[in-house]
């Protein structure tokens, strides 16, 4: 499975973006998919994550009420709606994938995702 990420730019604090992440897999819609970030000079932290079903979405507290996760099955696509951006949200965004069909809906370890994306920059200005 190939990932492509894409949206990240820069903005100023206050501001929005929205990040998409296009899958390569066939059935789109057995895997889960994340969000994580990785700012420059730290680990690589969780972000967001929905099921492979889309029911359930997961956030990192720092971004809960500010981002949304969210997935079109038909577009092969999973989306981060970014908004009220603040300097801590700098870093280099990265999705990625685990097939999960038929697991129940939980949160992944970030050791158990199969594939990774490129990442996207995200940069945002005080």
């Known amino acids: 499975v190939q990932l492509q990420a894409s949206g990240g730019g820069s903005v100023q604090a206050g501001g929005s973006l929205r990040l998409s992440c296009v899958a390569s897999a066939r059935t789109f819609d057995s895997w889960a998919m994340g969000w994580f970030r990785q700012a420059p000079g730290k680990r690589r932290d969780f972000v967001a994550s929905i099921s492979w079903s889309g029911r359930t979405a997961y956030y990192a507290d720092s971004v809960k009420g500010r981002f949304t996760i969210s997935r079109d099955n038909s577009k092969k696509t999973v989306y981060l709606q970014m908004d009220s951006l603040g300097p801590e949200d700098t870093a280099v965004y990265y999705c990625?994938?685990?097939?999960?069909?038929?697991?129940?809906?939980?949160?992944?370890?970030?050791?158990?995702?199969?594939?990774w994306g490129q990442g996207t920059l995200v940069t945002v200005s005080s």
């Open positions: 990625a994938t685990k097939y999960a069909r038929g697991e129940p809906d939980r949160r992944i370890l970030s050791t158990a995702y199969q594939y």
